[in-house]
Nanobody, 123 residues
Framework: QVQLAESGGGLVQAGGSLRLSCAAS????????MGWFRQAPGKEREFVAAISASGGSTYSADSVKGRFTISRDNANTVYLQMNSLKPEDTAVYYC?????????????????WGQGTQVTVSS
């Protein structure tokens, strides 16, 4: 059974940093891209960043470019380094595993999802 477990969320002041981690288990995802999404109260889930299966290609939403960095150190672990956090970054952050090896912002391509971790940025 595939499981994804996010960690690293919390409360931080505006301008601060957090590092989210996601560990997948139950299968090896060496041929799958991985991504981060977020959902704020009353809003739809939105794409944040993705990294290819090889780790050689990344893709980020315009709203986080220059502030957030996605990385992976093996087939099953992905990170999201979040710097210069803003109150509008407040959301539940989810990691997900894509059915494809390339990066994508399309929710429909992601087969497996974690339970999410709360990130709250105070002003």
């Amino acid at each position: 059974q595939v499981q994804l477990a996010e960690s690293g969320g919390g409360l931080v002041q505006a301008g601060g940093s957090l590092r989210l981690s996601c560990a997948a288990s139950g299968r090896t995802f060496s041929r799958n891209a991985m991504g981060w999404f977020r959902q704020a109260p009353g809003k739809e889930r939105e794409f944040v960043a993705a990294i290819s299966a090889s780790g050689g290609s990344t893709y980020s939403a315009d709203s986080v470019k220059g502030r957030f960095t996605i990385s992976r150190d093996n087939a099953n672990t992905v990170y999201l380094q979040m710097n210069s956090l803003k109150p509008e970054d407040t959301a539940v952050y989810y990691c997900a595993v894509s059915s494809e090896p390339y990066t994508s912002r399309e929710v429909r391509l992601y087969d497996y999802w974690g339970q999410g971790t709360q990130v709250t940025v105070s002003s």
